[in-house]
């Protein structure tokens, strides 16, 4: 698939298949995650990797919604503040870095036929508790991963003249 085309056609999904995520294609996911530029390269991240099949009750205490425990799986993608490359004016770039692998992530999925969904409204108290991630490890992110059972809807996209601006 062209890298156009598959940017274009990727969506948000929110109904899946049970059918199980092959090792392989997990893994060629995962791959694509660790191999996202990071600043620095230092690499401030961590994906967990969550089976759904009888944690459904405590997966939802972090997300409520059905859609996000009907995929086989589901991704946390953590932030390791005290790994993150820091400007000179210290802001640290952890949430950048973070946000760059998990898009690595999600458009290496939707190549390889598989769904996500971006989830950033969850509860952090009980991703922490339901994971039982140690200190320094931040959840930032989670999708569900697996086959799509709904298809794209039409988006709705500001205008480019809108977005970008060109200096003279």
Same mark, same amino acid.
């Given at each position: 698939?062209?890298?156009f085309d598959l940017i274009s056609r990727r969506y948000s999904v929110r109904a899946y298949q049970? %059918?199980? +995520?092959?090792?392989? %294609?997990? +893994?060629?996911?995962?791959?694509?995650?660790?191999?996202a530029p990071?600043?620095?390269?230092?690499?401030?991240?961590?994906?967990?990797v969550i089976p759904t099949g009888g944690r459904e009750a405590a997966l939802k205490r972090i997300y409520p919604r059905d859609w996000f425990v009907q995929a086989p799986l589901v991704i946390c993608a953590c932030g390791v503040e005290a790994e993150a490359w820091r400007r000179r004016d210290g802001r640290g770039y952890v949430d950048i870095d973070v946000t760059i692998a998990m898009d690595h992530l999600i458009l290496a999925a939707h190549a390889l036929g598989l769904g996500t969904c971006w989830v950033g409204a969850f509860d952090p108290g009980a991703a922490r508790e339901v994971l039982g991630l140690e200190p320094g490890l931040e959840p930032l992110a989670f999708t569900p991963l697996g086959y799509p059972a709904d298809e794209a809807r039409p988006k709705k996209r500001r205008s480019?003249?809108?977005?970008?601006?060109?200096l003279d």
């Open positions: 698939m062209d890298f049970s %059918k199980p +995520v092959e090792k392989e %294609k997990l +893994v060629k996911i995962l791959e694509a995650a660790v191999i990071t600043a620095a390269n230092r690499q401030p991240f961590r994906m967990i480019f003249s809108e977005l970008i601006r060109f």
